[in-house]
């Protein structure tokens, strides 16, 4: 059998990765197989090649439950028998997997984004399926074309980080997710990755904006995480 039409640059991923990191984890790999994943955290991010969640936080197997879409939307709890794709992986990671938090992702120069600020572009396909998934954010774009932010970029970035508000507001309208955050089991957070800068912005719950975190923040997240890694394998 060939496989000549297959990607050469995955295969050669492939084995980069098979005589790399799989070498060094094997045993995690191994005991995720035998035991099942229990990550602690959902990450809904943009399916944009340049935003990955593993890489951005470093993640290793089993760590993070990533639901990728265009630019990490939320829709509100719709039980209605369509195919609901980051719905169904929504209900999983929370009644199945018990994740503590859900963190919701935005990036810069968000493709989906730009659609939404730009209604008149001609659709992808007759069935304009970018047109309707962004129509997600029809509630909330329309503080973005005001006048109030003069500067393309300005509004883009305002809507990138505001649509991760209006996601957060939509996952509390998921039963689940509302009664485990109202006991004090799930804690929902968001985020934004600047992909030309590296910068990591994360929203403050109290006001909603967006603030970078402090080296001395990082820092104690390091030893924290250390010390809690240190814990399990004791």
Known sequence: MTMNTFPDRLLAGYSQFMSGRYGEESDRYRELADRGQKPKTLIVACCDSRAAPETIFNAGPGELFVVRNVAN?????????????????????????????????????????????????????????????????????????????????????????????????????????????KRGKLDLHGAWFDISTGELWVMDAGSGEFVRPEQKQLDQSLANTARAEAEEDA
């Not at 369509?82 to 018990?98: G, I, P």
């Not at 209604?119 to 962004?134: E, H, K, N, V, Y």
């Not at 509630?139 to 996601?167: I, W």
């Open 73 to 181: 939307l939320v829709p509100p709890y719709a039980p209605d028998g369509s195919f609901h794709s980051t719905s169904a992986a929504l209900e999983f990671a929370v009644q199945s997997l018990r994740v503590r938090d859900i963190v919701v992702m935005g990036h810069g120069r968000c493709g989906g984004i730009s659609a939404a600020l730009n209604p008149g572009a001609t659709p992808l396909s007759p069935g304009d399926f970018i047109g309707q998934w962004m129509s997600l954010l029809d509630p909330v774009k329309s503080e973005m074309q005001s006048g109030a932010l003069a500067d393309g970029q300005e509004r883009q970035t305002a809507l990138e980080r505001v649509s991760v508000r209006n996601s957060i507001t939509n996952l509390r309208t998921f039963p689940c997710v509302r009664i485990l955050e």
